[in-house]
């Protein structure tokens, strides 16, 4: 059964960015996929100090949620990240989660469906929700999207169940990224994948 993780952001696991995402995961129930989703935000999570030793060890040096996650990740057909918006960026526990979970890990992420999601008070959402998106189409990860850039507003989860266009555009989601990954695993099957060429790491005009 084809499967979505849902990253929760927020310290909060029943606050504005998980009714969004609880909104989306209803969703992919009737869509018969599984999904599962993680709070990240209630984490002790610490940023990448750029030691490079996760390419000796295939996972980070600090053993937390983010090794954790990492084989779900691995498994997974689909990654929906959601964030409160902190001073119109996504806020610091996921951005850290972020840099050490797509760092750290060197299988493929190659076709696996990616989504955005963000939630604000008022303002902050689109700059947001760009820096996020930005995980996924560095790693060959089609974005999947909805009626609406993705985001929710309200400051506790009741706005949010207030804001009906917000819950609409969760559930497009949900099902425009059920569709895709229906559809590339259909694809793979007719298809095959394409080709991936990794032989060039270009630092500098040397090559080298
Ligand atoms: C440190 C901090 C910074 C915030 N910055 C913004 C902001 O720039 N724009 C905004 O609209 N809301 C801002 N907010 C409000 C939250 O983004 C908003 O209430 C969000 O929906 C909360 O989601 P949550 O319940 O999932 O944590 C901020 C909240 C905090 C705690």
């Not at 969760?170 to 590339?184: G, Q, S, T, V, Y």
Request: net charge neutral.
């Amino acid at each position: 059964m084809a499967k979505v993780l849902l990253l929760n952001g927020s310290a909060k696991s029943n606050g504005c960015t998980a009714t969004a995402l609880q909104e989306m995961a209803q969703v992919f129930e009737k869509e018969g996929i599984e999904s599962e989703i993680i709070n990240v935000g209630n984490k002790n999570i610490r940023g990448c100090i750029a030691c490079g030793k996760c390419e000796e060890l295939g996972k980070c040096v600090f053993d937390d949620l983010v090794n954790e996650v990492a084989p779900k990740f691995e498994e997974a057909d689909g990654l929906v990240v959601g964030s409160p918006v902190y001073y119109a960026s996504p806020n610091g526990t996921i951005l850290s989660f972020m840099d050490r979970l797509f760092y750290s890990t060197s299988f493929s992420k190659h076709l696996k469906v990616g989504a955005a999601v963000v939630s604000a008070r008022r303002g902050g959402n689109s700059a947001s929700f760009d820096v996020l998106n930005k995980y996924f189409s560095i790693s060959g990860m089609p974005i999947a999207t909805s009626t609406y850039w993705n985001q929710v507003h309200g400051f506790t989860a009741d706005d949010v169940r207030k804001d009906l266009e917000g819950l609409q555009t969760m559930r497009n989601l949900a099902r425009n990224m059920a569709f895709m990954i229906k559809a590339f695993a259909d694809a793979k099957e007719k298809y095959g994948e394409p080709e991936v060429e990794r032989s060039f790491f270009t630092s500098f005009s040397d090559g080298k």
